[in-house]
């Protein structure tokens, strides 16, 4: 049954604060945490949604979900090597159109999966970008400029420097969630002059590195902890050590099962440990830990392996991811549980034989919430082995060895994942996260300040209008919804997961911004002050991302879906459902209750007819404003946008996600006459995921633009049959969402993990 959603007494007008989406964590360390849900909502972000709301896990749970099952179709996993193979045939289409231009945003961030030190040029900081590629800073962290190319894989997982000054970098993220779908990468690289230019260096099957270890006192000697696949079994995983710099590499610890992999490589003269970990993704379910999953030593350089207890849990199926610090003789060990809860802090002074776990656990366990696969990151101070710190929703501190843990409430953003000491400068520790790169001066303990230049933003969507070309704004993944104007170029609006943007083409101060389950605000000053909206509307479900869209006919009619499509007449004061469930209903995964819902909706120019497409697969019409509604296809993967003609109601697309891993499915479809009937539009395009299409309607031909895992194609016809990809500079990233504005012949790309790009008229 159909309910508008219950109004809260706190749904008013609001001024947001500036400064980021920081999560307000409730008395963590102060007070022990059994049963503490650490949703910490988003300090910048809408006030709450209602009790009887479906209330989202903060953290990476819920956005995994989503880009997991828009991306894998129904039933399957991924197929092996899906993204780098689409990568290979992206590469062999010809190019046209002019150049993209990066807009920023330069001052906002992203995550930051692996950080080190240039052993031979002070202040000079390595930084790799969950997919956004190398970045360097010459400055302390200041600023950061690219050191990784452009036409590459932009999925990285780890970064290291040698002392000879040989950099190494592993790719593919080997954190399994986020805003990513943890896209696979193409094996290991390495560099000799600072990043300029790039060898590979094996492993090319390792799906992800997770780290990288040269020893201080062999150069040419390189440990490589590679995760493997997370959707396949087999392949490069476990750890390897290469005795040439990199050219040819040996496996030295291999896992218990084909998905076991290795997320830690530590060297202690002859002395090894490393850590090894079960973990698969298929669409029924996530399983992180198992038997494999441990601690591990040898004492001879990898010739032998000894699994770790004297205290630490036994192997066994619950044994979650791990982090591992090792200072001498002592070692720590955080433990997760399969599940994602936190299960101990294990501590030991004689090298590993025996652990004793902290009785301040309670003081740890907020810090990881119910996701500590996420996190599993323990770092110990070269100077002073009691001082650590630990990687959390916030920055964990001990003093004492691990006795005692206090959490840092500073102005860094949330979800830790990196840091490294600088032996330069004493007391100066750089920290990567998901807002990007800090630096403290002062041991780690406070005293964070921000980089100033780091252009590698994970946007979902953008936003523009022809009335004024220098605005735009977009949703960031974990960042908020973003704008160019209204304070510095860019700032933050609103918080949370930045979700669908949308600037009035009549009135640049009138905007909509979410953040994910459909928590939408409309504004008419520019954003300074925010009315929330969506508890107007009528729903049962709503996507992560909601799709609200104007009518091009009139822009105060609006249209919101969930289960159903609402619209509105009033600018998005009032609402009122037209159509009924137009989904298949709720899906049965409890890690993602709210499929089944509307993906896309696209309103034609006549004011009557409205497409709707659903994320399982069903598209639908309506051509009387939403009395009568009429499937027009059905048993497609996500449909992730339905486009229609501005100037034809009947011409009408699609377009899908999910690798087609050997079916005949398409990722674009389209249609003439009102979706009566179909055709395949999928051409030459790589076998990628499809997220968005623009039509041209100043070509001659109705030429088509798509944007896809793969960066923006065009066919310049408009049939499909000639696919190339569009624009000169575009790097290898997925582009979430393209927007055109056919008045200047203007595109703009909102890429996952570099930014806006711009491509201007030819």
Known sequence: MLRPSTARPDARERRPRRGGPRRRLLQLALAPLAGLALLAAPADAAPPPPDDEYRPVRGPSAPAEYRYRQKAL??????RHAHADAAAEARELPVGGGDWKSLGPTNIGGRIVSLALDPQRADTLYAAAASGGIWRSTDAGRTFEPAWPDDATQAMGAVATSPDGTLYAGTGEPNPGGGSITYEGTGLYRSTDGGKSWKPSGLRDSGAISAITVDPDHPKRVYAAAAGSLYNGGGDRGVYRSDDGGRSWKRILEGANEFTGATEIFVQDERLYAVLWDHRRTPEKRTYGGVG???FRSDDDGRSWERLGGGLPEAGPDVGRIGLAVAGDRVYALVNTTAGPFQGFYASDDGGDSFVQSAADDQLKGSQST????????????????????AGVPLM?????????????????VDQHAMVWDPRKPGRVYLGNDGGVYRSDANGDGGWVRAEHQPYT????????????????GGAQDNGSIRSWGGERFNEYLGGDGEENLIDPTDPDKVIACYQYGNCFRSTDGGDTMTYFADATTYQRRNWFTPV???????????YGAEVVNRSTDGGKTWKAISPD????????????????????????????????????RVWVTEDGGANWTKIAEGRPWVTRVVVDPNDPSRVFTTHSGYRSGSPLAHVYGSTDGGRTWKNLSGNLPDAPVNDLVVDVGSASGSLVVGTDQGVFR?????GDDWQRYGHGLPAVPVDDIEYDPSRGRLVAATFGRGFYELGAE
Do not use: C, M
Not at 74 to 79: D, F, H, Y
Not at 371 to 390: C, E, N, Q, V, Y
Not at 460 to 468: G, K, R
């Open 458 to 473: 994970q946007l979902y969507s953008a936003a523009i209008t022809p009335e004024d070309p220098s605005r735009i704004s």
């Open 715 to 719: 066919s310049p016809s408009g049939s």
């Open 549 to 559: 869209v104007h009518d091009p006919s009139d822009p105060r009619v609006l249209y």
């Open 74 to 79: 129904p039933g399957e996993t991924l197929p």
């Open 397 to 413: 501190t001990s003093k004492d060895a691990g006795a005692t843990w206090t959490y840092d409430d500073t102005s860094i953003h």
């Open 293 to 295: 999953s441990g601690v």
């Open 582 to 617: 137009l989904s298949g209903g709720p899906g049965d995964d409890p890690n993602y209750p709210n499929y089944g819902t509307v993906s896309s909706i696209a309103p034609a120019g006549d004011g009557r007819t409205v497409y709707a497409g659903t994320d399982d697969g």
């Open 371 to 390: 996701f500590g696969w996420w996190f599993s990151k323990i770092w110990a101070d070269p100077a002073d082995p009691t001082h650590l710190h630990a």
